[in-house]
T-cell receptor
Framework: GAGVSQSPSNKVTEKGKDVELRCDPISGHTALYWYRQSLGQGLEFLIYFQGNSAPDKSGLPSDRFSAERTGGSVSTLTIQRTQQEDSAVYLC????????????FGPGTRLTVL | QQQVKQSPQSLIVQKGGIPIINCAYENTAFDYFPWYQQFPGKGPALLIAIRPDVSEKKEGRFTISFNKSAKQFSLHIMDSQPGDSATYFCAARGTGANNLFFGTGTRLTVIP
């Protein structure tokens, strides 16, 4: 596709439920990032994938958060046993290898945990 | 701990004015400083970026000023237009790092 796409655009869930958020990066981009944007806050780095290398998980806030990237393309961010403080916009970005500043962002998934 | 501090939180200017958004950092290992523009319901989009060996960079109406000794950088928007109304984020990347550290954003409103 022309840009990074994410689905769903909005997700409302109940506390304690698991959710999966999907990201389709730009074709040819080998690097993929997940960020979280909370109301009134900047973007918070969560995880980074580069090719077949082990992901950089240093930004994941707890072990309830995990992500995978299949076939070097599509990525899924999973949040288990969601809490109200997980409510935020989750943004995915992709870039060419070695070019983190040149990230292209998707429109995000707005997650609301009731 | 906020690695990049951004101010002001919000800014209102008249059309044609020159809004200035400021950012400061502490980590001297940062080597790349991009600015992103975000419209409601959209992801951030790269606007302009600078490296610390340059004191100023211009692209169209957007200018970054960089003060390495003060560890500060700022975005100036010349001849601002209502279409520039958006949230602006500064960011920084550490040498060899995989991710960006973002400021908390500035919501800019340009009044016609």
């Amino acid at each position: 596709g022309a840009g990074v796409s994410q689905s769903p655009s909005n997700k409302v869930t109940e506390k304690g439920k698991d959710v999966e958020l999907r990201c389709d990066p730009i074709s040819g981009h080998t690097a993929l990032y997940w960020y979280r944007q909370s109301l009134g806050q900047g973007l918070e780095f969560l995880i980074y994938f580069q090719g077949n290398s082990a992901p950089d998980k240093s930004g994941l806030p707890s072990d309830r958060f995990s992500a995978e990237r299949t076939g070097g393309s599509v990525s899924t961010l999973t949040i288990q046993r969601t809490q109200q403080e997980d409510s935020a916009v989750y943004l995915c970005a992709s870039s060419f290898a070695g070019s983190p500043p040149g990230q292209f962002f998707g429109p995000g998934t707005r997650l609301t945990v009731l | 701990q906020q690695q990049v501090k951004q101010s002001p939180q919000s800014l209102i200017v008249q059309k044609g004015g020159i809004p200035i958004i400021n950012c400061a950092y502490e980590n001297t290992a940062f080597d790349y400083f991009p600015w992103y523009q975000q419209f409601p319901g959209k992801g951030p989009a790269l606007l302009i970026a600078i490296r610390p060996d340059v004191s100023e960079k211009k692209e169209g109406r957007f200018t970054i000023s960089f003060n390495k000794s003060a560890k500060q950088f700022s975005l100036h928007i010349m001849d601002s237009q209502p279409g520039d109304s958006a949230t602006y984020f500064c960011a920084a990347r550490g040498t060899g790092a995989n991710n960006l550290f973002f400021g908390t954003g500035t919501r800019l409103t340009v009044i016609p």
